[in-house]
């Protein structure tokens, strides 16, 4: 924990500094744009020119010098975009550590940058790996006015934020931190103002993010796929992943192109092939990719935008995902509509978690005819997790995570309030590692906790008429310690007998001040 802090701390510091190089000349929300996007270049430079040094080690030949020889130039071209798990090529004169010694020689301009970003997305054109690569860069808009009034003075400042960029610690493999979502998340905090109320959307918190991991994954060493329908920045995506020893493939899709961005740069950054994801630019609800929507997975896994609106068309009820229920979600709260994707794609032996706000535990009109036919009448409900109020970026609202399962062993639900358990910060609270394996552990054992979790019967649930409030089944309630009334009459004579002594000596000082006695 001790390395992780100083890990994030030095990034952040390294963050603040481009921040302020870029402030003044665009919207903070726009600052994410291009440092991310100059990290994700750099990483990706890196990659290749440790893939290449390793191809020509018996050679004895530099990149340079190999990429004169045509012969050398097209078995590095074929081997790097189709043999390798990388997908694309960069030329060795766009080399991010060429390009910071040209910097440093005071002969880079920006278009040799942008000349670089376009020749990486050109060499996948053709390939497998086009759809991963295309348009990856496009929030990275080097011609833009906003980094400066003509090729000079972008130059300048460009040049600035990529020496920065060159002194963050890459070494991947030591890192006990997410960096490009660590990066995200900070960022998105710093200027959560600017960035809209909803920045928080696109990351999930990474507390958040490892109990719904290990849940979905609990009990496994190996997931056929993992797949989420709101993937923002991927990083939960990845945290399932990392969870087991082997995951087939990853699959997600995601509204937000600027999002989509980064969830394909996320999962390339963490050494994810372009071949073993699948990520998806579309609204899921109204347009889900048809593939995605045909499959079944065994880990499912979200956290969508919370009460968001969707066309709530007629159409739907004929749709599969939704037709079993009788009802849509309401139009200006497609949470259920959410859960109702995920279950169509869940496998009967997989797992899922989904975080939505609290009101999806009792509302009532629709919401409550899709919530009895989940828990009642197909006993797919596992657990209704409460988790503390704000632990994330753009909202306070107390939230939870709702467990499902289509293969249950029992028709019993846990509720675990692990609401008032976590660390208070100043501008967000934040769910310890021990408060974390609190949850996971509890939700392992499916055991009642005094005044933490209760194991409930379907009986209880339907005596409650389905309403999952947590409150209902998890008694909080702390008795008052019963007051001494003896003790508190003593108490108040002794303070009446002090207030008269005070009194007295005021009158005191009065009569020599030939004041008026109180």
Not at 66 to 76: D, M
Not at 84 to 96: A, N, Q, R, T
Not at 330 to 357: C, E, R, S, W
Not at 384 to 409: A, D, E, M, Q, R
Request: hydrophobic share 35%.
């Amino acid at each position: 924990m001790v390395r992780q802090t100083a890990q994030q701390q030095e990034l952040h510091k390294h963050l603040w500094a481009m921040a302020n190089d870029l402030r003044g000349n665009m919207d903070a929300n726009s600052f994410k744009d291009y440092i991310l996007g100059l990290i994700f270049y750099r990483y990706l430079s890196e990659k290749l020119e440790s893939k290449v040094e390793a191809l020509l080690e018996e050679d004895n030949l530099t990149f340079a010098q190999a990429w004169q020889k045509e012969e050398y130039r097209e078995k590095l071209t074929e081997h790097l975009v189709r043999a390798s798990d990388l997908g694309y090529v960069i030329k060795p004169e766009h080399l991010f550590s060429v390009m910071i010694e040209d910097i440093k020689q005071g002969r880079f301009s920006i278009a040799q940058l942008a000349e670089a970003v376009g020749a990486l997305e050109e060499s996948t054109m053709g390939h497998e790996s086009q759809s991963d690569f295309e348009n990856l860069f496009e929030d990275m808009d080097l011609n833009s006015s906003r980094l400066g009034r003509g090729e000079k003075a972008r130059t300048q400042l460009i040049s600035k934020i990529m020496l920065k960029v060159n002194d963050i610690d890459f070494r991947l493999e030591e890192k006990e931190i997410d960096v490009l979502g660590d990066a995200y998340e900070y960022l998105i905090g710093q200027f959560a103002a600017h960035a809209g109320k909803k920045a928080g959307e696109f990351y999930t918190p990474q507390a958040v993010s490892e109990i719904m991991a290990r849940i979905v994954t609990l009990n496994k060493t190996k997931l056929r796929n993992v797949y989420d329908p709101a993937c923002g920045s991927g990083s939960l995506l990845l945290r399932v992943a990392d969870k087991v020893e082997a995951t087939g493939k990853i699959y997600g899709q995601e509204k937000e192109p600027t999002t989509y961005n980064l969830a394909r740069m996320n999962m390339l950054l963490h050494d994810v092939p372009f071949y073993r994801f699948d990520i998806e630019n579309g609204d899921t609800l109204e347009n889900p990719d048809e593939e995605h929507k045909a499959m079944r997975f065994e880990a499912v896994v979200a956290n969508p935008p919370y009460s968001s609106h969707w066309s709530r068309d007629e159409k739907f009820l004929e749709d599969e995902r939704f037709s079993a229920y009788g009802k849509l979600a309401p139009k200006t709260k497609a949470d259920y509509a959410f859960v109702q994707h995920m279950i169509h794609v869940l496998d009967d032996d997989g797992n899922m978690a989904v975080v939505l706000p609290h009101g999806v535990l009792f509302r009532g009109g629709a919401e409550e005819t899709i919530r009895k036919y989940l828990v009642e009448e197909k006993n797919y409900l596992d657990a209704v997790i409460g988790l503390p109020p704000n632990i994330f970026f753009g909202t306070s609202i107390p939230t939870v995570i709702l467990v499902f399962k289509k293969c249950k062993v029992d028709s019993d639900v846990l509720f675990i309030d692990a609401s008032r358990e976590y660390q208070k910060n100043r501008n967000k609270n934040a769910l310890l590692p021990e408060h974390i394996d609190k949850i996971v552990q509890t939700y392992e054992k499916r055991e009642s906790i005094d005044k933490y979790a209760h194991l409930a019967s379907m009986d209880e649930i339907k005596e409650n008429e389905c309403n999952l409030n947590i409150p209902r089944y998890v008694d909080t309630f702390e008795e008052e310690e019963p007051i001494d009334l003896d003790e508190v009459r003593t108490e108040l004579s002794q303070t009446e007998k002090e207030i008269e002594e005070i009194k007295q000596e005021i009158n005191k000082y009065l009569r020599e001040l030939d004041e008026p006695e109180l």
